[in-house]
């Protein structure tokens, strides 16, 4: 017969002071800069050296970058130039970021690094998150105008917001998350692990917005920094962990991302993925469409401008039983799509997807002949635990 231990709400304890986190002695952020010179075309390079007795706190640390527009021949734009950012200009100015623990590649997301920060934002974050959006100059682009590229007094209030920061040459300064998977797990990391980042420029096209025919704007990055979260707690939790480490290794759970894409011509009516993600099932997977346009950069599209493309059929089927048990049958015209949006938390939340073993198939329907070349977004999340030993190696299950 199992015993219960008796307990109650915080709200019932009259009689209890407070309790205190007296397992931290010590909170500070700690400014990295590259340790290559900041150029156009190079990624950043960032080495973090492992720490003594602190404990990394990855997800309260941040990315803090100053940039500003040029003209194609190098000088400063001016207050009537047509160009602006995109849609949180942070992370997309970078296509791909790789960050390695202990030389241990934990995050390798490919170049598809905006669309996995953009879609968490819009999908995580809400109006209690004022302050970390607006530190990334996230303002959202006017609905039905996401590809208006006119910054003067064009429908994309958006775009023409984001404008104001940029004119005239000046400087902007931006700072906020990572969107790694290991960054977004809340444990910190035991002190004497050596943390690697590489950040991989997008191209201008993809990180602006112009509605020049012959447009060549660029943004310069002047300088970047990664502020490192350090926790350092007291010599009794050092001690404690130093000892529980001699039999069991510190455990890190996490929900890891993997982004595949495919393109579809223009002028077909579906799209069939066989075998996706090479046999394993995401605990969550979010489809989108973009036009392969925009996705590949243009100054005159919006990358973030995901639509429907008249889809009205998509099913999830692992060992042939879709998921959900009917395949979602929007009808985008109509505005009829609520199960679309239930959805993404459907599969997340009903089953233990650990557990199946089979094929995965995606089936995309359209009703209508693609207008364009279409880009398929698929973005699957997946439940991994890193451990990290005694001798700090870091190994992925």
């Not at 429908?155 to 906020?176: D, P, V």
């Amino acid at each position: 017969m199992n015993h219960l231990e008796e307990n109650h709400e915080d709200e019932l304890s009259l009689f209890s002071p407070p309790p205190a986190n007296t397992g931290i002695q010590r909170r500070e952020w700690i400014e990295f800069r590259p340790t290559n010179q900041i150029s156009a075309d190079a990624p950043l390079d960032f080495s973090i050296p492992p720490q003594s007795v602190a404990y990394m706190d990855l997800k309260r640390s941040s990315l803090k970058v100053k940039l500003r527009l040029l003209k194609a021949d190098g000088t400063s734009v001016a207050k009537d130039t047509n160009v602006a950012l995109v849609n949180l200009p942070l992370q997309a100015l970078f296509s791909e970021v790789e960050c390695s623990l202990q030389q241990t590649p934990v995050a390798q997301m490919g170049s598809n690094y905006p669309f996995k920060a953009y879609i968490d934002t819009l999908l995580e974050t809400g109006a209690s998150d004022k302050v970390l959006l607006d530190s990334q100059l996230f303002l959202k682009d006017t609905p039905g105008h996401h590809d208006d590229t006119d910054v003067q007094g064009g429908a994309n209030q958006g775009l023409c917001r984001r404008s104001l920061y940029t004119r005239e040459g000046r400087i902007l300064e931006r700072e906020g998350p990572l969107h790694l998977d290991v960054f977004r797990q809340h444990r910190v990391l035991l002190n004497g692990i050596p943390l690697t980042l590489k950040l991989w420029p997008s191209k201008n096209a993809f990180r602006l917005m112009s509605s020049d025919d012959d447009a060549a704007y660029r943004v310069q990055i002047l300088d970047a920094a990664f502020k490192l979260c350090l926790q350092t707690p007291n010599a009794g939790v050092l001690m404690a962990n130093s000892k529980l480490l001699g039999d069991a290794t510190a455990m890190y759970p996490f929900v890891t991302s993997h982004f595949k894409t495919a393109s579809v011509s223009k002028g077909e009516y579906g799209f069939i993925e066989n075998n996706l993600f090479q046999g394993d099932v995401p605990s969550q997977l979010i489809v989108a469409l973009v036009s392969s346009e925009a996705f590949s950069g243009s100054y005159k599209r919006s990358p973030f401008n995901f639509q429907g493309f008249d889809c009205n059929f998509l099913g999830l089927y692992v060992d042939g039983q879709s998921y959900p048990s009917q395949p979602l049958q929007p009808n985008f015209a109509g505005r009829n799509y609520v199960d679309a949006y239930r959805t993404l938390a459907t599969f997340r939340d009903d089953v233990d997807v650990s557990i199946y073993i089979g094929l995965r198939d995606q089936i995309i329907k359209f009703g209508t002949p693609l207008p364009e070349s279409v880009t398929v977004l698929m973005y699957g999340k997946f439940p991994k635990v890193m451990h990290v030993d005694q001798s700090r190696r870091v190994l992925l299950q």
